[in-house]
């Protein structure tokens, strides 16, 4: 028998490390691994079928999944980098920003230069459009950025997801004359989907009209910043648009009109359907994943009279990953893939041992949520660098309340749109959406919230994976299968704790690449976390990578608690992230520079500091910190000569860090002039570690500081295509004989510092 679920396990093998292997060599190795079975077979009298599948499978998944990316998939590519004038349809429902006051569309682009083409690009314009608006528009053609934070969301995979691999700017963006038609089933949902956004428009307002589009139209993104935090910080975000539930009513409704032909027609039917269903959804990974696998399922029982459902998931993964690849990337499809399955493997076991709650359908829940609650700990861990263990009671309340809402809503817009009231069922759903909003914000105050851990390792996630499958080996009594996996198991978390053991006396400094700002994060011995700046935002924008980024790295690398913080000055791009941090996680201690009194960064600190429980110290002299673990840092402030400059970047406090003989300088923003009276003070050390000051600006790091500090390595903090042109190339000329490195290049830039003061670098993507 076919083993589709082995042979799915190989294809998506294949297309996570597509990015890692050459096409060519792939086919290669194919062609050769077929030669090499063809030799053995002729004197063993048997051709190994079996290995030749899967490994097949493995260089399907990816040579389709390197089509896919491949500049002949995509028209754009050969515009790439030019500034063209093109023609296209506002395909989606238009986002704003969260960096500007501009919109981001989606354009189904038609026309370049008069060229024909058919391929999509990700707008941002000032201009006002509404969905299915044909547009022209001008500007650069360019790629989408590359992820530059380790654990930071990465919005180039999920845009080649739906198919979108070019962006562009554009001031210059009018209706065209020329009007392009789209009837397909993704442009006719997006197109439902729309009319009803602007029919809760008309009746709904703040969070009440967010959790209307989310539960209906899937649109996740209109939550205001306090709601979004908390459905974020209890994990019940997830609930409002649960497409088990779309696809349950689906096929309610299939079944119901359905109902008077014959089995053999109603199958087709209920397959075509689903099918259109899936192309409607193209964009919702999870919509497709289950109107594919039901069609499976109804395929596979129409055709052979059974059903294995392992073997169902199988062909599910390779349907899916055929027509789009990229799609396995997608956090809601691997977590609905992998529910399904533990759900088949270990439903009966623990729905065995809940007999004690005799309401069948919230014994169901309850099992069902016990299994993907705590099989999904690590994944989730992996995706959100969070775990919620209070969902499954949560979700006994959350999702009752949105089915009423999705079975009341139809009838309620309906009435709403014909005769702009609806009585009765406009209070039966306003009273179902303060329960939902109730709910997670009680939950939220009670610390009913899901819990900051570490991204985990691949390492972690094959511990995982073996642990799964020595589960199943023992519901399925196959001990000695069980035996192996549990041997393994053992062998790899023993060289996980002995690694760990390992790495303990190591520090590790990380440069968070926070754009234009300043952040770095110290995890040292015993878990002593220092913080020193933490990024931000500027003035003409609501954007704030200190809570985007900055807390965001903190979170997924499982910091739960801060000892030390510290601020060079007090502009926003360096304390906004800080800010968060006392606002998100235990931080004991802030060190504040003693001046700029008043100031509005200052207060900000001050406020949350005192809000939040932290200790402020304010330094006025230079103070030298020792910490348990052997590390110290030295708090040099600006020397008198310093503070008659009218810069407010020379406040910029100096934070001098050693351990084990190695020495890291963290300068803020100071211009050479601070940095020449600290040289005249005597107060300019040599170090292995330079934080060039000022995100690499001409005003600083002059030829002085440099020749005083002699630094092996130089960190410049700097946004990519940044306005300013930083760094400056006189600053990095003057750089030469060090090591330079980049967050505009490298993205995060970690320093990993033994016990016997050595030093080993790890960036995370260099250009």
Not at 602 to 613: I, P, Q, Y
Request: with cysteine; aromatic share 12%; glycine share 6%.
């Amino acid at each position: 028998m076919v083993e589709y679920i082995k042979i799915a396990v190989f294809f998506s093998i294949g297309v996570y490390i597509y990015e890692r292997i050459d096409i060519a060599f792939a086919l290669i190795f194919l062609l050769s691994l077929i030669m090499v079975l063809t030799v053995v077979s002729v004197f063993k009298h048997k051709f190994n079928t079996k290995i030749l599948v899967m490994m097949t499978a493995l260089v399907m998944g990816t040579v389709l999944c390197n089509a896919q990316v491949s500049e002949n998939a995509h028209d754009l590519y050969k515009y790439e980098g030019r500034y063209v004038t093109a023609v296209g349809r506002v395909c989606e429902i238009p986002q704003d920003s969260e960096e500007d006051e501009n919109v981001r569309y989606v354009i189904d682009v038609r026309k370049v230069n008069n060229e024909k083409v058919r391929d999509k690009i990700l707008l941002t314009s000032d201009n006002k459009l509404e969905y299915g608006d044909t547009v022209t528009f001008s500007g650069f053609i360019n790629e989408l950025p590359e992820k530059l934070n380790r654990n930071g969301f990465d919005y180039k995979k999920y845009y080649k997801k739906l198919g979108i691999f070019f962006k562009s700017y554009s001031s210059e963006v009018k209706l065209s004359d020329e009007v392009i038609k789209d009837y397909s089933p993704y442009a006719i949902n997006n197109s439902f989907k729309n009319s009803i956004s602007k029919l809760i428009d008309k009746h709904y307002k703040g969070d009440y009209n967010a959790i209307m589009k989310a539960v209906l139209i899937g649109d996740k993104k209109e939550f205001s910043d306090d709601f979004d935090k908390i459905l974020t910080k209890t994990g019940t975000k997830r609930y409002f648009y649960s497409s088990y539930l779309h696809i349950m009513l689906l096929m309610s409704l299939i079944t119901l009109v359905l109902g008077i032909f014959k089995k053999r027609t109603r199958d087709i039917l209920t397959v075509f359907l689903l099918i259109i269903y899936a192309f409607a959804n193209a964009n919702n990974t999870v919509s497709v994943r289950l109107a594919v696998m039901i069609s499976v399922i109804i395929f596979t029982e129409s055709k052979f009279g059974r059903k294995y459902y392992p073997d169902i998931v199988g062909i599910t993964l390779l349907a899916v990953g055929a027509a789009n690849p990229i799609m396995l990337f997608d956090a809601g499809f691997v977590m609905s893939v992998l529910s399904a399955i533990m759900i088949y493997y270990f439903y009966d076991c623990v729905h065995g041992k809940l007999k004690f709650i005799h309401i069948k359908y919230i014994r169901r829940l309850f099992a069902i949520g016990i299994i993907c609650t705590i099989g999904l700990l690590p994944v989730s861990a992996y995706f959100f660098g969070a775990v919620s263990i209070y969902s499954i009671v949560l979700s006994i309340i959350m999702l009752p309340c949105v089915t009423v809402i999705m079975v009341l809503a139809p009838i309620l817009l309906v009435m709403l749109a014909v005769f702009n009231t609806a009585p009765l069922f406009k209070q039966a759903v306003d009273c179902v959406l303060f329960i939902l909003k109730l709910v997670p914000t009680i939950s939220y105050k009670l610390g009913l919230v899901s819990h900051t851990v570490a991204k985990p390792n691949l390492l972690l996630l094959i511990i995982y994976t073996l642990a799964v499958v020595g589960g199943v080996k023992y519901i399925k009594k196959k001990n000695s299968q069980m035996r192996i996996a549990i041997f393994v198991l053992a062998a790899l978390m023993t060289s996980y704790v002995i690694g760990e053991v390992i790495s303990t006396n190591n520090v590790e400094i990380t440069f968070v690449n926070v754009g234009q700002g300043d952040g770095a994060v110290i995890q040292a011995p015993y878990r002593f976390n220092v913080l020193i700046d933490g990024g931000g935002g500027n003035s003409y924008s609501d954007y704030n990578p200190g809570e985007k980024v900055y807390l965001d790295y903190l979170e997924t690398e499982g910091i739960t608690k801060a000892d030390s913080a510290f601020v060079s000055h007090y502009h926003q791009d360096h304390v906004q992230g800080i800010i968060a941090a006392m606002e998100n996680i235990k931080v004991r201690n802030l060190f504040l520079p003693d001046n700029m009194e008043g100031s509005e960064w200052r207060v900000a600190l001050e406020n949350t500091a005192r809000e939040n429980g932290t200790t402020v110290h304010y330094i006025s002299q230079e103070t030298l910190l020792t910490y348990n673990n052997g590390m110290t840092i030295r708090i040099i402030p600006p020397s008198n000569k310093t503070g008659l400059s009218d810069d407010e970047n020379d406040t910029s406090y100096v934070y001098y860090v050693e351990y084990k003989g190695f020495s890291a300088t963290f300068t803020g923003d100071m211009s050479a002039f601070a940095e020449k009276n600290l040289i005249d003070d005597g107060k300019a050390d040599k170090t292995n570690l330079l934080k060039v000051a000022h995100h690499g600006s001409n005003t600083a790091t002059c030829e002085e500081w440099v020749e005083k500090l002699t630094p092996e390595y130089a960190v410049i903090s700097v946004g990519e295509n940044n306005p300013y042109n930083l760094p400056n190339d006189d600053v990095l000329e003057r750089l030469e004989n060090a090591q330079v490195f980049r967050t505009d290049y490298d993205g995060d830039i970690k320093f990993i510092i033994h016990k016997n003061g050595s030093a080993e670098t790890d960036i995370y993507n260099r250009r």
